[in-house]
């Protein structure tokens, strides 16, 4: 779904603005990431200048939408796109070792807990945020420990498989003090080899295949969920509301 509101909200840039040169002189450095991504080409890509010139007029143009420039609908779907980036981005703090963006997301995400009136996430995230904010002071040096990549481990290869440190402790020691049939030398060759599978992996790479959208943007180019301002639109529900109140 937010693959298609992103599709959808491009196709009214497109329509919007005179970007269509340079959006053909960007397809081939797009194709060039579509058939092999990594660090090295989002960063050659990343310093073309058009492409960043596409990207300066897109992010102008989604920042006049969230701000009402095509109407409440789109204002409001915008909105919800944002927060579901948000919900994406916190989770893939803990999975890339990000102490800093789980804080900026965490900061984020206590105003929407309390707005949701979800009494348990609002109340221990707020303290959780706050101690975290406090670390310095209350842990001295425990924050460089996070920031150092002390964030979040892994013990396997695959992609994208990072889980918080405490989290991993728990499962495992509850694993242990559950389970009667660990063989004595497993569990030797777990802690034997216990450092070399905390390693972190700096580049993972994913192996998510993309979802399919098309009938979804078929939907949404239906109406239910348009970006487009139709003037016509409002007559009729206001000549609508006008009838009801005789």
Known sequence: MLEALERCLFHQFEQHTNSNILIN???KDIKELLIFIDENSIESSSQNEDVRDLWMRY???REGV???????TAQFWVKYMD???LLLRFPRATK???????LQCLQELC????????QNYARYASAYLVSLINLPHSHPGADDLLKNWGFSVSRSQVPASRTAVDLSIEQT?????KSKDLPPAEEHGWKVTLDGDLDYNCSPKSKLSPPSTDCFIIV?????????FDRRLVMVVQSQESESDF
Do not use: E
């Open 220 to 228: 949404a180019q239906q109406g239910l969920f348009s970006f487009v």
């Open 59 to 61: 992010s102008h143009f």
């Open 66 to 72: 969230h701000h009402g420039q095509l109407g409440k």
């Open 83 to 85: 927060k579901v980036w």
């Open 96 to 102: 890339t070792n990000n102490f800093m963006a789980h």
């Open 25 to 27: 002189s960007v397809k």
């Open 111 to 118: 105003p929407l807990f309390f707005a949701m009136d979800h």
């Open 173 to 177: 020691v509850n694993r242990q003090a």
